[in-house]
């Protein structure tokens, strides 16, 4: 089972990217996954969440400007991240949920080899 996040970028402020999550070995159709991101030097912090259903959620940071979505027939989940700025910038990686808190790391599995966004002028 493998995931793996593309889609990343060099970016201006104010653009906009759209990150892709794939899976292999594994569909993924019944299960929540969510995005997360790190900076050099921090923790990986909590994007957003999509459950099996559709439902959402998102961090503080990102709310209204990013959103996510799942094509179950193709096995992906997407983030689509608009008003891009410059502290957006970080490894964005996507992994399936099987439970536990939607915003902890420590509740997910399947971690695929992220993607760098960078936001600059």
């Known amino acids: 089972v493998q995931l793996q996040a593309s889609g990343g970028g060099l970016v201006q402020p104010g653009g906009s990217l759209r990150l892709s999550c794939g899976a292999s070995?594994?569909?993924?159709?019944?299960?929540?996954m969510g995005w997360f991101r790190q900076a050099p030097g921090k923790e990986r912090d909590f994007v957003g969440f999509?459950?099996?259903?559709?439902?959402?959620y998102y961090a503080d940071s990102v709310r209204g400007r990013f959103t996510i979505s799942r094509d179950d027939a193709k096995n992906t989940v997407y983030l689509q991240m608009n008003s891009l700025k410059p502290e957006d910038t970080a490894v964005y990686y996507c992994?399936?949920?099987?439970?536990?808190?939607?915003?902890?790391?420590?509740?997910?599995?399947?971690w695929g080899q992220g993607t760098q966004v960078t936001v600059s002028s």
């Open positions: 070995g594994r569909t993924f159709s019944s299960d929540s």
């Open positions: 992994a399936v949920r099987p439970s536990g808190r939607y915003y902890a790391p420590s509740s997910y599995e399947y």
């Open positions: 999509i459950s099996w259903s559709g439902t959402t």
